[in-house]
């Protein structure tokens, strides 16, 4: 089992080791890896730093755009995902794995990459703008930043007791007990679209474009089978939702809830999410 909390939750509890849940979560995460990569504009023999590369959902997508001369750099604070990503990359000598925070890059040469691209990691570091002047530091003049973050000080501001998009039914007061042993306050819901956009303005870019999706009740469809949901946690910082309900309710209550869930398939869901493209550049 994996040992740090960015692995555990990247190849364990963000789909609770299901085929099903993962396949559920695959074109969202597709759609988000290209949404970023469109925008980094690569060039064939670009060098590009993903930052919080995770397992390499946006790296290994980039190498797939560059040519035989270009590079990825993947980066991590987690030791056991880049681990993973060597051995995925399986030689390819144009991978090359360096373990850094996005708040500190030490060890990326001043100006000295073409594109950095980072996808839901902003939204764990406790030092944002700072990571803004670290992309800053290390694109060349003329290079690209591209970056996708959820906004989740939205869902919090509009539908702070929700719960899978459930809200509204009859199991509301248990849900919203489950929901506040699943949310925190810090990194998470610190931060807006807006702020993005003035981090990026303060690190100096320039050609800042920010592309924002907010979506308020919007009928969604039904959710996967609560069985293998209920052992995945929303993000990597939380409990999984079967551990939330241990901590948030009696024995009783738990079996209500559970019940109802596990005829999830059958309930209306609305989808109150928050999501930002940002893109800038570096000037010439
Ligand atoms: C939600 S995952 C996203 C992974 C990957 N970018 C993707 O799109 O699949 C968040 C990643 O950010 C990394 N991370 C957390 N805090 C970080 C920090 N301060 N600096 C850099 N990476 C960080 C975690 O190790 C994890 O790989």
Redesign the pocket.
């Known amino acids: 089992m994996s040992t740090d909390q960015?692995?555990r939750?990247?190849l364990h509890r963000r789909d609770g080791d299901s085929a099903t849940i993962r396949a559920h979560h695959s074109p969202a995460?597709a759609a988000?890896?290209d949404g970023v990569l469109d925008r980094a504009d690569l060039r064939p023999d670009d060098v590009l730093l993903?930052?919080?590369?995770?397992?390499g959902?946006?790296g290994f997508g980039a190498l797939e755009r560059l040519g035989p001369d270009g590079r990825v750099i993947f980066?991590?604070?987690?030791q056991e995902?880049l681990d993973d990503c060597r051995r995925t990359a399986a030689g390819d000598e144009r991978c090359s794995f360096l373990r850094?925070?996005?708040?500190d890059l030490t060890g990326v040469a001043d100006a000295s990459v073409d594109a950095v691209t980072?996808?839901?990691?902003l939204i764990?570091?406790t030092r944002k703008a700072d990571?803004f002047a670290e992309f800053f530091r290390v694109l060349r003049p003329g290079g690209r930043l591209a970056i996708f973050e959820p906004i989740n000080s939205f869902p919090r501001q509009h539908r702070p007791g929700d719960l899978l998009g459930l809200a509204g039914s009859p199991v509301d007061d248990l849900i919203a007990r489950v929901v506040a042993v699943l949310t925190g306050d810090g990194p998470l819901v610190d931060f807006d679209e807006r702020d993005l956009l003035a981090w990026a303005e303060g690190a100096g870019f320039t050609a800042v474009e920010l592309d924002y999706r907010a979506q308020l009740d919007v009928p969604a469809p039904p959710l996967p089978a609560w069985s293998q949901l209920k052992h995945t946690a929303p993000?990597?910082l939380a409990p999984t939702y079967a551990e939330a309900m241990a901590a948030a309710l009696d024995e009783e209550e738990r079996a209500h809830l559970d019940a109802y869930l596990s005829s999830s398939a059958h309930h209306p869901t609305r989808r109150t999410m928050a999501v930002a493209y940002l893109r800038a550049t570096v000037p010439d």
């Open positions: 960015w692995a939750w990247l995460l988000f890896r993903d930052v919080g590369c995770g397992t959902l946006v980066t991590d604070v987690s995902l850094a925070s996005a708040e980072t996808r839901s990691v764990y570091c990571a993000n990597p």
